[in-house]
């Protein structure tokens, strides 16, 4: 390793320091993963008077039983809000870079241990391959997405794309179909609108090297939006059909769900507002509103007791709003403004994006596509 190197990546990263807000986010974290993990200590005195017990090898003034993963994630988490230079810094990092390691190693992990649920775990799994198609965006920008770094990213993107297929399983197994629902179309909504930002960035590059990089994480994303919205459809139809007991709360929630995240991506587009073209502020505007609109017909749906239908436009509302929010945040990161298509009809992006479709790239001389062509039968693992 260049000594040189190392010394400079770790001046860096000791540099970097924790916001006010993000010390917050993290102890609540902490707090409430211990609620929900306490540390267990036994005590069992021994009347021995020996330190040890000699034959068994043991203290005898007394033992501990731990929860190993509650006690590792606070100590790494105090280790974080003390002197977390390194890991913080990581959190920047690309592939290639010397701390990326710790971001997908140690930092992305020990967030993992704080998904207290099995649908928190899905939708975990969802944002680290959201997080592998941005490290793309970003390298491919800048120029570096190179055939190593696009190995090293696709890779990670199929490992967590398989999580969330297996998570999806598990909730249909259990028959939690609303889970399911709702990681599918969350994971859906995310590789839709990264898929029309790597072809926004396809359309502005006019490096050869680095568009016939960018085309196979594309053909890939592509195929997991195909096979994600499948999941979502035949979840939501057993929702509509098969949860008759509980799909009146199962929607109430849902609707509870909807109304909040339009608040939260509302306030969002406020808030940077002057920071976005007016191109992508009124693309994201309108949106929400269709949103908005959604939310208007699913609540028709529940005052008329079709429970099914109202989670059903509810969870579509919920996916129009993030839509809304990755729009945004494109325009943040790479001055692009991005159109995902929003109408109240999904059907108008049954084909995906044209410069990802895998039907029109077979002829392409990059073996990736031949995977990504195979992703689409693999599910939503790709």
């Known amino acids: 390793m260049n000594q040189e190197l190392f010394e400079k990546s770790m001046k860096q990263a000791r540099q970097e320091r924790l916001s006010d807000d993000e010390k917050n ?47 590792m994630a606070i100590l790494l988490i105090i280790a974080v809000l003390t002197g977390g230079g390194v890991t913080l810094g990581a959190e920047k990092s690309l592939p290639g870079d010397i701390l990326y390691p710790v971001k997908i190693g140690l930092n992305e992990e020990v967030r993992g241990w704080f998904s207290i649920s099995d649908e928190a775990r899905g939708n975990w799994e969802v944002e680290r391959a959201q997080r592998r198609l941005e490290e793309a965006e970003n390298l491919a920008s800048s120029g570096y997405l190179d055939n190593e770094t696009r190995a090293v990213i696709e890779s990670n993107f199929e490992a967590h794309s398989e999580k969330v297929r297996d998570r999806i399983i598990k909730f249909e197994n259990k028959e939690n179909f609303n889970a399911a629902v709702d990681v599918s179309s969350n994971f859906e909504a995310t590789l839709k609108a990264h898929e029309k930002i790597l072809a926004k960035l396809l359309e502005k590059e006019t490096d050869t090297r680095i568009r016939g990089e960018i085309k196979p994480i594309g053909i890939k994303v592509n195929s997991g939006v195909r096979a994600a919205k499948e999941s979502r459809e035949k979840n ?89 929010k990755l729009t945004v945040e494109a325009n943040q990161r790479f001055e692009v403004d991005v159109h995902i298509n929003g109408e109240v009809s999904d059907d108008d992006d049954d084909d995906g994006d044209r410069n990802f479709d895998i039907e029109d790239n077979l002829d392409l001389n990059i073996k990736d596509s031949i995977q990504g062509q195979a992703g689409l039968k693999a599910g939503v693992g790709l």
Request: no cysteine.
């Open 236 to 324: 939501e139809i057993k929702v509509s059909g098969k949860m008759r007991a509980g799909i009146e709360v199962s929607a109430e929630d849902k609707l509870g769900a909807a109304e909040n995240k339009i608040e939260e991506v509302a306030k969002y587009i406020s808030s940077v507002g002057d920071k976005i073209s007016a191109k992508t502020k009124t693309e994201a505007e309108s949106k929400l509103s269709l949103a908005e609109d959604v939310v208007a017909d699913g609540r028709i749906k529940l005052e008329a007791k079709a429970y099914g239908d109202a989670f059903v436009l509810f969870q579509k509302a919920i996916r129009l709003a993030q839509e809304s």
């Open 25 to 71: 986010a993290i102890r609540q974290s902490i707090l409430n993963f211990i609620s929900n993990n306490p540390v267990r200590i036994e005590m069992t005195p021994r009347p021995n008077s020996w330190p040890f017990n000699l034959i068994q090898g043991e203290s005898n003034i007394f033992s501990y039983k731990l929860n190993l993963a509650a006690t």
